[in-house]
């Protein structure tokens, strides 16, 4: 690059999607982090569009207060979908009213929060199906076919006098 007009520039959003005033609460949190869950949120949208992998954020791993949970909450919104997964705990995921944008919590068996995530795909990955799941499927249904087909077989000379 010779000229300074030839470095690209990205803008990105500074701020939370709708106004609501200060998010900043009083005695901790995450303050204007939550600007910053929304910013990255975008960004990871804008990458899957253009075909990278799904990302997702740790909520967990954030220091997030009551107010700013409600904040996240409150602009994320929910949308049309949600789904419960029991398999050694209970794992829910809803989509939020930003499409692609999965509030996803899981659970041990005793019901405590293990992990909670902002997962961004185009649906959770715990809910897409494994591929030696689906072979291991396929490989029923042909031995389903074969022994109906062995079974039919074996009724059409059976019934014949």
Known sequence: MSR?????????????IEPSGPIEPPGGGLGGGVAAILSELATLLERLVRGEPPGSIDLRSLPMSPRDRAELQRVLGDGEVQATVDAQGLSKMRE??????????????????MAELLEVSRVPEML??????????????????SAS?????????????
């Open 4 to 16: 300074l007009t030839d470095i690209p520039v990205r803008i990105e959003p500074s701020g939370p």
């Open 128 to 145: 897409a199906s494994a591929s030696d799941e689906m072979a291991a499927g396929a490989r029923d249904l042909r031995a389903h076919i």
């Open 149 to 161: 087909a062995a079974s039919l077989r074996g009724g059409s000379h059976a019934s014949r006098p």
């Open 96 to 113: 939020t009213r930003v499409s692609g944008v999965w509030w996803v919590e899981h659970f041990d068996q005793q019901g405590a929060l």
